[in-house]
């Protein structure tokens, strides 16, 4: 009887422990969930010296996130966009407005992201729709200045169990592009990055894009670091393909100071272009979010053709009541036969409060005869973007 008894106090206490731990995991999975509502109004002009009429978008982005808590380290997110024509006086690609300049905002209803994460074991992977932004996003990443962000169907994996290190690891079966179209390709990532101090990281990366026609490699290391009061940014990488010989290399060094209330910062990127029996091929980044550099302009969104580009800019940044402002300077030369192919002039003014945003943003493309025989004309961009989160 005290056998029975005692296994029944022993059942009773196991039953009452798990209903706890379960009621306590539930409680804490509804209180760890969120649902984020943001909104994002553009207007957005594009004036270029050709024959088409200048185009001027007003668009909203409206997005839904659900991010859930986690249960056995499981958790899943959700995000759905609605980007909307408020006018139509542009040619997105898709509305058949070609008499005007191009605004890349095509309007859409789709899921961003749905993916499903794991985290346990230092290590965190996602599989699903996911937003990929590795380093400075110059290679990979997502161009979350357009209002359809480019994401990719993908299984990540994160890991951080050796100490100061971060390994990701990704393959990609599909791109859904800021164009509003899925592309097709086998996409693999390898990323790791090593914090050599707290003043000095280190990062190796290769990249892989298998597009059905041709299968590209991007290998590459990169370097972010301080000496004194000056911060740094080192990155050299090569590009090869299976059809061709050529290896273009691409480099990028910058260093920034800051003088007073002002950060300064000048730099030098180099999409480099390799000769192969007089056919030359130029560095390429196809899954970067190449909007953030090369100007704002998106003249050269996707470099200057076969003979490669070279920046050399400048940044000043600072902040005056609180009000953000960004200038820059770029100015532009063909690696191949250096020809002169413009400058450019950028400004962004910006401010926040509390969960609401508003900026301004212009960029100034001044041509030249070699860019406008490549037709790169004088550009005029203006954007004024208001945001909101609930």
Same mark, same amino acid.
């Given at each position: @009887?005290? %056998?029975?008894?005692?296994?029944?106090?022993?059942?009773?206490?196991?039953?009452?422990?798990?209903?706890?731990?379960?009621?306590?995991?539930?409680?804490?999975?509804? %209180?760890?969930?969120?649902?984020?509502?943001?909104?994002?109004?553009?207007?957005?002009?594009?004036?270029?010296?050709?024959?088409?009429?200048?185009?001027?978008?007003?668009?909203?982005?409206?997005?839904?996130?659900?991010?859930?808590?986690?249960?056995?380290?499981?958790?899943?997110?959700?995000?759905?966009?609605?980007?909307?024509?408020?006018?139509?006086?542009?040619?997105?690609?898709?509305?058949?407005?070609?008499? !005007?300049?191009?605004?890349?905002?095509?309007?859409?209803?789709?899921?961003?992201?749905? !993916?499903?994460?794991?985290?346990?074991?230092?290590?965190?992977? %996602?599989?699903?729709?996911?937003?990929?932004?590795?380093?400075?996003?110059?290679?990979?990443?997502?161009?979350?200045?357009?209002?359809?962000?480019?994401?990719?169907?993908?299984?990540?994996?994160?890991?951080?169990? @050796?100490?100061?290190?971060?390994?990701?690891?990704?393959?990609?079966?599909?791109?859904?592009?800021?164009?509003?179209?899925?592309?097709?390709?086998?996409?693999?990532?390898?990323?790791?990055?090593?914090?050599?101090?707290?003043?000095?990281?280190?990062?190796?990366?290769?990249?892989?894009?298998?597009?059905?026609?041709?299968?590209?490699?991007?290998?590459?290391?990169?370097?972010?670091?301080?000496?004194?009061?000056?911060? !740094?940014?080192?990155?050299?990488?090569?590009?090869?393909?299976?059809?061709?010989?050529?290896?273009?290399? !691409?480099?990028?060094?910058?260093?920034?100071?800051?003088?007073?209330?002002?950060?300064?910062?000048?730099?030098?990127?180099?999409?480099?272009?390799?000769?192969?029996?007089?056919?030359?091929?130029?560095?390429?980044?196809?899954?970067?979010?190449?909007?953030?550099?090369?100007?704002?302009?998106?003249?050269?969104?996707?470099?200057?053709?076969?003979?490669?580009?070279?920046?050399?800019?400048?940044?000043?940044?600072? %902040?005056?009541?609180?009000?953000?402002?960004?200038?820059?300077?770029?100015?532009?030369?063909?690696?191949?036969?250096?020809?002169?192919?413009?400058?450019?002039?950028?400004?962004?003014?910006?401010?926040?409060?509390?969960?609401?945003?508003?900026?301004?943003?212009?960029?100034?493309?001044?041509?030249?005869?070699?860019?406008?025989? @490549?037709?790169?004309?004088?550009?005029?961009?203006?954007?004024?973007?208001?945001?909101?989160?609930?």
């Amino acid at each position: @009887m005290k %056998k029975t008894l005692l296994s029944t106090v022993i059942s009773a206490l196991a039953l009452t422990t798990a209903s706890g731990v379960q009621a306590q995991t539930l409680d804490q999975f509804v %209180k760890d969930t969120s649902i984020d509502i943001n909104f994002r109004y553009r207007v957005e002009s594009s004036d270029v010296d050709n024959d088409k009429d200048a185009a001027l978008a007003n668009t909203l982005k409206s997005r839904l996130t659900l991010q859930t808590g986690e249960i056995a380290g499981l958790s899943v997110l959700v995000e759905g966009d609605n980007v909307l024509h408020i006018t139509d006086d542009f040619n997105d690609g898709e509305n058949g407005n070609t008499q !005007y300049n191009k605004v890349a905002d095509q309007e859409t209803t789709q899921l961003n992201q749905a !993916y499903l994460q794991y985290n346990g074991f230092d290590t965190t992977v %996602k599989l699903g729709n996911q937003r990929i932004n590795l380093d400075n996003q110059r290679h990979v990443g997502g161009v979350a200045f357009r209002q359809d962000e480019a994401t990719f169907d993908a299984l990540v994996v994160q890991n951080k169990s @050796m100490d100061d290190t971060t390994i990701t690891l990704g393959v990609a079966n599909n791109r859904n592009k800021i164009t509003n179209e899925n592309t097709e390709e086998d996409i693999a990532i390898v990323n790791v990055k090593y914090q050599v101090n707290p003043d000095l990281a280190t990062t190796g990366f290769l990249y892989q894009l298998d597009n059905g026609t041709s299968v590209g490699q991007t290998l590459g290391v990169r370097a972010v670091g301080k000496a004194a009061d000056v911060s !740094y940014e080192a990155e050299l990488a090569r590009q090869t393909n299976d059809l061709t010989d050529h290896a273009p290399l !691409y480099l990028h060094l910058s260093a920034s100071k800051k003088l007073g209330t002002v950060n300064t910062k000048v730099g030098y990127e180099r999409l480099g272009s390799d000769d192969d029996e007089g056919v030359n091929l130029a560095f390429g980044t196809p899954l970067g979010t190449n909007h953030k550099f090369l100007g704002w302009s998106d003249v050269y969104l996707t470099g200057a053709g076969e003979n490669g580009i070279q920046d050399l800019y400048l940044n000043a940044a600072t %902040k005056v009541s609180g009000v953000k402002i960004v200038g820059q300077l770029h100015k532009f030369d063909a690696v191949e036969g250096g020809a002169d192919l413009g400058s450019e002039i950028g400004l962004l003014v910006a401010k926040k409060i509390q969960n609401y945003g508003v900026s301004l943003k212009l960029a100034q493309f001044l041509a030249t005869d070699e860019s406008e025989a @490549m037709d790169k004309k004088d550009t005029t961009k203006v954007w004024l973007t208001g945001t909101a989160k609930f």
